[in-house]
C-alpha cells in the first residue's frame, strides 16, 4: 500500500471539475444532460488564435521557454495592459503560467506559510481555499450577503485583519455571484487594507473582459499611487478568449515577487506550453471583435437565464453583471421532497436534481455559501431552454 500524504489526505477535489465529468459520465451512458456546472465558454477558440498556434508548431516552437515566459509572450501582455487598462507594467513583472490556477498557486506558495492568514470574502471561486490551505496557511472566510450585493466593505475587512493577515483575496467581476466592485468600493478596501495592515492584496480579474450593463472592470493594482507595490493582478485567457484547454494564465507582481514565483515555476513546471504562449500573443495583440462578440452573446444569455430564473416560484436571483454564472437562492425548498427524497441543503437539491431531472448545477456550499445554487450560462441558448424548463417542472414536484 502506498501510503498518502497528509497534504494530499487535506485537499479535495474541485467541486466544479468533479460535477463537469459526472455530467460527462451520465452523457456516455445514453443519459441527456443538462449540464450548467463548469463555467467554460461554449465557443471555439477564434480561427486567428488557432492559426497562430499551428505557425508555432509549424515553426519548431516546441521547445522548453524561458520559465516565466517568452519575450513576446511578456511584451504582448505589458502591451495589453497598457492598452486596456492603463497599466505601465515591464516583462519583469509578468509571469506566465499554466493556466490562472497555477498562477494563484504560485503567487499563494511565494506569499503564505503555516501561520499565516488569508483573507477570502465568501462566496469565493471553489479553488480558493484549497490553494490557500495546501500552502499551510489559513483561509479566513468572511461572509458576505446578497443585501451588500455579495461585496466585502471596509468594515468587515477592518474585523478581518490580524497581524497574521497576509494577503486579501478579491476577485471582480466575481465567480460565482457575478459581482462588480465599482471603482469607489475598490479604492475603499485598498485604503482599508493598506491602512490596517501590510499584507498584500492578489486580485484575480479573469473575467475583467466580460462585463454587463454600467458595470465596469477595475484594475485593482491601478487605484492609488504605489498601489502596484502590494498588489498581485492575476489573469488569463481561458475566459475571454475561450481558451480554457491552453492553460494560459498570468500574474502581474512586483520585480521581486516574479523571481520567487520563477523558481516556484523552475521547479514545478519549467514552464508553460511553447505553443500556447504562441497562441497566446495573438489572441492579446489580434483583433479583439471575437472577444466583443463573445461578450454580446454572453450578455444575451444573461437575460435569457434571468428571465427564465425570474419566473420560478420561490427562487431568489441577484443579477449578475459580470463572469458567466446566476447564483441564486434555492433555500424556499429545503425542507421538501422530491421522488421522496428529502432535500435540506444545496448539495442535497444539487444530487437530487442531477439524479432525477438530469439538471446538473453546483452546491453553493462548494463556494462557502450554503442556500445557493450556481448555474453557468456559458451554454446554448437552447440547452438554457431546455435545462431550465426540466429545472420548473422538478421544483413543482417538491412536497
Ligand atoms: N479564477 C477564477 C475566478 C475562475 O473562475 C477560474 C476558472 N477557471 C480561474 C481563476 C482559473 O482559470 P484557468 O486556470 O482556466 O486560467
Ligand atoms: N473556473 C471554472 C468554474 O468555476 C472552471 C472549472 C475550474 O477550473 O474549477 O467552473
Not at 245 to 272: F, Y
Amino acid at each position: 500500500m502506498i501510503r498518502i500524504s497528509a497534504l494530499a489526505a487535506s485537499v479535495k477535489p474541485s467541486a466544479t471539475l468533479a460535477a463537469g465529468a459526472k455530467a460527462r459520465q451520465l452523457r456516455a451512458s445514453g443519459v441527456q444532460v443538462f449540464d450548467f456546472s463548469l463555467g467554460e465558454p461554449d465557443f471555439d477558440t477564434p480561427a486567428h488564435i488557432r492559426a497562430a498556434a499551428d505557425r508555432a508548431v509549424a515553426a519548431g516552437q516546441t521547445h522548453y521557454t524561458p520559465v516565466t515566459g517568452t519575450p513576446e509572450v511578456k511584451a504582448a501582455i505589458c502591451r495589453w495592459y497598457k492598452g486596456y487598462h492603463g497599466y505601465e507594467v515591464a516583462p519583469e513583472n509578468v509571469i506566465v503560467s499554466n493556466g490562472a490556477k497555477h498562477s494563484l498557486h504560485n503567487v499563494l506558495a511565494a506569499t503564505v506559510g503555516p501561520g499565516d492568514e488569508v483573507v477570502i470574502p465568501t462566496p469565493y471561486w471553489v479553488s480558493y481555499s484549497d490553494l490557500v490551505s495546501m500552502t499551510g496557511a489559513a483561509p479566513v472566510l468572511v461572509h458576505t450577503t446578497p443585501e451588500s450585493g455579495f461585496k466585502l466593505t471596509p468594515a468587515q475587512l477592518r474585523a478581518a485583519v490580524t497581524p497574521k493577515t497576509r494577503v486579501l483575496m478579491l476577485n471582480s467581476p466575481c465567480n460565482p455571484t457575478g459581482t462588480v466592485y465599482t471603482r469607489a468600493e475598490l479604492e475603499a478596501l485598498a485604503d482599508t487594507l493598506v491602512d490596517h495592515s501590510d499584507a498584500a492584496l492578489l486580485s484575480d480579474e479573469i473575467y475583467e473582459q466580460l462585463t454587463y450593463g454600467d458595470a465596469k472592470p477595475t484594475c485593482v493594482a491601478t487605484l492609488r499611487p504605489g498601489l502596484r507595490d502590494r498588489t498581485v493582478t492575476v489573469s488569463g485567457a481561458s475566459k475571454s478568449y475561450a481558451m480554457t484547454g491552453w492553460r494560459m494564465g498570468w500574474a502581474v507582481a512586483p520585480a521581486a515577487l516574479v523571481k520567487a514565483m520563477d523558481a516556484i515555476q523552475s521547479q514545478e513546471t519549467s514552464c508553460p506550453s511553447s505553443v500556447s504562449q504562441a497562441a497566446l500573443v495573438a489572441a492579446l495583440d489580434g483583433p479583439q471583435d471575437c472577444v466583443a462578440a463573445m461578450r454580446a452573446e454572453f450578455a444575451a444569455r444573461r437575460e435569457l437565464t434571468c428571465g427564465l430564473l425570474r419566473a420560478i416560484p420561490g427562487l431568489k436571483l441577484p443579477v449578475p453583471d459580470g463572469a458567466f454564472y446566476a447564483f441564486f437562492d434555492v433555500s424556499a425548498y429545503f425542507g421538501k421532497a422530491f421522488a421522496g427524497k428529502p432535500v435540506g441543503d444545496s448539495l442535497g437539491f444539487c444530487s437530487a436534481l442531477l439524479e432525477q431531472a438530469h439538471v446538473n448545477l453546483i452546491p453553493g456550499s462548494a463556494f462557502g455559501t450554503e442556500g445557493f445554487v450556481r448555474m453557468s450560462f456559458a451554454c446554448s441558448p437552447d440547452t438554457i431552454c431546455g435545462g431550465l424548463a426540466k429545472l420548473a417542472d422538478w421544483l413543482a414536484t417538491g412536497r
